[in-house]
C-alpha cells in the first residue's frame, strides 16, 4: 500500500514538472524577422514576449563559420524583465549568414525556452511586406520569385533598423490601419511603402503622411496608386541599397594605424641624448655620471611624455545622413583602433564588417582586440529629423551644424555661401562650372540618384533626395 | 669614495668603448625597427629590449669570466659599470615602450635585466674560476657565448622561460625571476668571498 502511494505521489510531481514546463514554453514566444520570415545579411525585427516569467537573459547565438574555419559565433543577449503579466522585448538584430542560428531564455538555473533556425531557411532576399485581407493579387503583381509576406497592420515596427531586408510595403485598404509613425518609419527606412486607393476614413492619418502620388520620406518612398498599378509605381521607383552605400562609405578606410612620432626625429633625439651620455661619462668624472644618470631619468620621463598616446584606443566615425522631406535615415561607420590588447566595450549595438565574431546586446557591442588591431562597425541603421532637405529647387539646413562642400548630382559645386551653409540657411542650387566630384564623396556618388545633394560636416556626410525621379535634365538656369 | 671609483672605472677606454658600442647597436635596432609611416605596427619594443638584454647578458658573462682573477673591487665596480649601461639604455627603453604598447608591464624588464646583469656576472666569474683551475684559461674567450647558447638550450630542454634573456624579458616569468635572484646572491656571495686587493693591483693603488 505504501509502496502504491509512492509511485502515486511521484507520478503526479512528475506531471505537474512537465505541465510546468509545458507551461512556460508556452508563455515565452520568440519572433525573429516578419512572421518568422528573417533576411539574411540584414537587421532583422525581434520580439520576444514572456507571460509571468522570472528575470531571465535571451541569448542569440548565429553560428556563420564553415567546415574549413570552424565555430564563428556572433552572440546577441538581452536581459529580459521579470513580472507578472505580459512583458514585451523589442529589438533589432543583424542576422548574419548563418550554419546555425540558436535561442534562448535562460536564468541562471534553468533554460526556459528555446529553438533554432534551419541552415535550410538561409534567403538573403528581401522581403515584401502586405497588408491586406487578401493578398492574393499583389502577390500575383510582384512576381513569383518575390518573399511576399503577409503581414498584420499591428505587427509593424516603429524602428528604422526593422526594415532594413524589407523592399516594399503594399497597404490596402482592407484591414485595419496601420500607424502612421510604423510607415514613416519604413519609408524613411528605404522601404518603398505602396498604398493602394482607395482608402477607408480610417486611413486619414496615413491618406495625410502620403499627400501626393509619389514622394520621398528619408531614404524610401510614399506612393499612391491604383491596385492594378503596383508593379508599375514599383518599377518607376528605386530602393537605395544601404549595403553599397555603406561600402562606399568606408572609402578611404577608417580603420588605419594612427600616425606615431617620425622615425627621423626619434632617432635624432636618441643620438643626441647617447652622445651627450657618452661625453658626459667619458670626460666629466663624478660629476660627468651623476648628470649622466640624472639625463637618462629626465629623457626617460620626457620620452614617455612626448610618445606616449594619452588613450590606448583611437575611435573615428563617419556617418551618412540619407534624407528626403523632414527625416533621414542614418548610416554609420565607426573604428576602433587600439594599440594594446583589451577588450573594447561600445556603448552601441553594431555589426562588425571584418571581423568574423563579435558580441552585441542591446545597447552594447564588446569587442575583444588584439594589440595594434582595428575594427569597423557597422552601427544599427537609425531614423533622425534631416538636416540637409530640399524645397522646390531649395537646399534649406535644418540642422545645427554649418556645412560645406555642397555638391549636387547633375549641378556640381555649388560656390555660393563660400561653399558653406549654416544653420537655418538656405540655398539656391545653380549650375556650376565645376563638376569635380570632392573626393569625400567620390565613392558615394555612383549609388545616389541625379539630384542629390550632398553636403559635409567633419566626417559626417548629409544628402538630401529629390522627389523627382528619374532627375530632369539640369536646367539652364536656376535661381 | 665608491661613486667616484665607479666613474674613474667607466672613464677607462674598454667601459666607453663599449658604452659607445653598445648605443651604436640600441640606435641600430630602433633604425630598423621603428616604423617609417603610418600603417605600421610599432613592434620596436620587443626587438629593443631583447637586443639591449641579451647585450648586457653577453656582457656580464664576459666580464665575469675573464675578471676570475681580479679583486672583490674591481669586479664590483665593472658590475656596477654594466648596471650603470642598463641605467643608460632605460631611455631608449621606455620610449620604444611608449609607443609600441606591450603587453609586458614597464616594471618588469627593468627589474629582469638588472638581476639578469648581476647573475650572469657571478655565473661567468665562477665559471671562468673553474677554467682558470683547470688549466683551460684558453677558453674563456668562447666561454659567455657557449654558456649563453647552454641556458636557451636548457630553456628548450626543460619547455619552459626559466633562464633564456630571450624570451624571459618580454613575459613575466615569476620562475625567471626566483632563478636570476638566486643567482644574484650567488654573485654577491662570491664577490664577498673574493680577495679585496689582489697583489698586482696593491702596487696599483698605491
Redesign the interface.
Known amino acids: 500500500m505504501n509502496a502504491f502511494a509512492i509511485r502515486s505521489l511521484l507520478l503526479l510531481l512528475l506531471a505537474s514538472g512537465v505541465q510546468l514546463a509545458w507551461a512556460q514554453a508556452r508563455d515565452i514566444r520568440f519572433e525573429l524577422g516578419f512572421a518568422g520570415q528573417v533576411v539574411a545579411d540584414r537587421w532583422n525585427p525581434l520580439r520576444v514576449s514572456l507571460r509571468d516569467q522570472p528575470a531571465a537573459r535571451l541569448v542569440l547565438e548565429i553560428d556563420r563559420g564553415n567546415l574549413r574555419e570552424g565555430e564563428q559565433i556572433v552572440r546577441y543577449e538581452a536581459a529580459l524583465a521579470a513580472g507578472s503579466g505580459l512583458y514585451v522585448f523589442e529589438d533589432d538584430v543583424f542576422v548574419p549568414t548563418w550554419r546555425q542560428l540558436t535561442w534562448s531564455v535562460r536564468t541562471p538555473e534553468a533554460v526556459l525556452a528555446s529553438g533554432s533556425l534551419d541552415r535550410r531557411q538561409v534567403d538573403p532576399r528581401p522581403l515584401h511586406l502586405v497588408v491586406a485581407r487578401d493578398v492574393g493579387s499583389q502577390r500575383q503583381q510582384l512576381g513569383d520569385e518575390a518573399r511576399v509576406v503577409d503581414v498584420l497592420p499591428n505587427d509593424l515596427p516603429t524602428r528604422g533598423a526593422a526594415y532594413a531586408g524589407v523592399d516594399s510595403l503594399v497597404l490596402e485598404g482592407t484591414t485595419a490601419a496601420p500607424s502612421a509613425r510604423a510607415v514613416a518609419a519604413a519609408a524613411a527606412a528605404g522601404v518603398r511603402v505602396v498604398v493602394l486607393e482607395p482608402l477607408p476614413e480610417r486611413f486619414d492619418p496615413l491618406a495625410g503622411l502620403v499627400p501626393a502620388e509619389q514622394q520621398r520620406l528619408g531614404s524610401g518612398w510614399l506612393i499612391r496608386a491604383p491596385p492594378g498599378d503596383l508593379a508599375a509605381s514599383l518599377t518607376a521607383t528605386a530602393r537605395l541599397d544601404t549595403t553599397t552605400l555603406l561600402a562606399a562609405l568606408s572609402v578611404p578606410p577608417l580603420d ?6 617620425a ?1 627621423v626625429v ?2 635624432a633625439a ?2 643626441a ?2 652622445l651627450v ?2 661625453l658626459l ?2 670626460l ?3 660629476p ?3 648628470s ?2 640624472m639625463l ?1 631619468a629626465l ?2 620621463v620626457g ?2 611624455q ?3 598616446p594619452s588613450e ?1 584606443t583611437t575611435l573615428r566615425s563617419r556617418s551618412l545622413s540619407i534624407g528626403g522631406g523632414t527625416l533621414a535615415h542614418r548610416l554609420e561607420l565607426r573604428s576602433v583602433f587600439s ?3 583589451q577588450e573594447v566595450r561600445l556603448p552601441v549595438s553594431a555589426r562588425l564588417l571584418d571581423t568574423p565574431q563579435w558580441q552585441t546586446g542591446r545597447d552594447e557591442t564588446v569587442l575583444d582586440l588584439p ?2 588591431s582595428a575594427a569597423t562597425l557597422a552601427l544599427k541603421p537609425r531614423l533622425e529629423p534631416a538636416t540637409l532637405r530640399w524645397d522646390g529647387e531649395t537646399l534649406y539646413n535644418d540642422g545645427e551644424l554649418s556645412l560645406g562642400e555642397i555638391f549636387v548630382l547633375g549641378y556640381g559645386v555649388q560656390t555660393q555661401r563660400s561653399g558653406v551653409l549654416g544653420p537655418g540657411e538656405r540655398l539656391g542650387v545653380t549650375i556650376s562650372q565645376d563638376s569635380l566630384i570632392p573626393d569625400s564623396y567620390s565613392a558615394l556618388v555612383a549609388h545616389l540618384p541625379m539630384g542629390s545633394a550632398l553636403a559635409r560636416s567633419g566626417g559626417q556626410i548629409f544628402v538630401a533626395l529629390s522627389d523627382r525621379e528619374p532627375w530632369a535634365e539640369p536646367r539652364s538656369e536656376v535661381r | 669614495m665608491a661613486v667616484q671609483a665607479l666613474g674613474r672605472r667607466l672613464c677607462q677606454a674598454d667601459m666607453t668603448q663599449l658604452l659607445v658600442g653598445f648605443f651604436a647597436l640600441l640606435l641600430f635596432v630602433l633604425t630598423v625597427t621603428w616604423p617609417q609611416g603610418t600603417g605600421s605596427v610599432n613592434d620596436s619594443w620587443y626587438a629593443l629590449v631583447q637586443t639591449k638584454t641579451v647585450a648586457l647578458v653577453l656582457l656580464s658573462l664576459a666580464y665575469g669570466s675573464a675578471g676570475h682573477a681580479a679583486s672583490r673591487q674591481t669586479l664590483t665596480l665593472t658590475l656596477l659599470a654594466l648596471l650603470c649601461f642598463h641605467l643608460f639604455g632605460i631611455p631608449f627603453e621606455v620610449a620604444s615602450y611608449a609607443a609600441s604598447f606591450p603587453g609586458t608591464p614597464l616594471w618588469w624588464p627593468l627589474v629582469a635585466v638588472t638581476l639578469d646583469i648581476t647573475a650572469f656576472f657571478g655565473v661567468g666569474l665562477s665559471a671562468g674560476r673553474v677554467l682558470a683551475r683547470a688549466r683551460l684559461g684558453a677558453l674563456i674567450p668562447v666561454l659567455a657565448p657557449l654558456i649563453l647558447v647552454g641556458i636557451v638550450c636548457v630553456d628548450i630542454w626543460i619547455g619552459r622561460a626559466l633562464l633564456s634573456p630571450f624570451t624571459t624579458v618580454t613575459t613575466v616569468a615569476p620562475a625567471h625571476l626566483v632563478a636570476t635572484g638566486a643567482l644574484s646572491v650567488f654573485t654577491a656571495v662570491t664577490l664577498l668571498r673574493t680577495a679585496p686587493q689582489t697583489s698586482d693591483e696593491s702596487g696599483d693603488s698605491r
Open positions: 588605419e594605424p594612427p600616425q606615431g612620432r622615425q626619434v632617432l636618441a643620438a641624448y647617447a651620455v657618452v661619462v667619458r666629466g668624472r663624478l660627468g655620471l651623476l649622466a644618470v637618462a629623457v626617460t620620452s614617455w612626448a610618445l606616449r590606448a594599440r594594446s590588447q594589440r595594434w
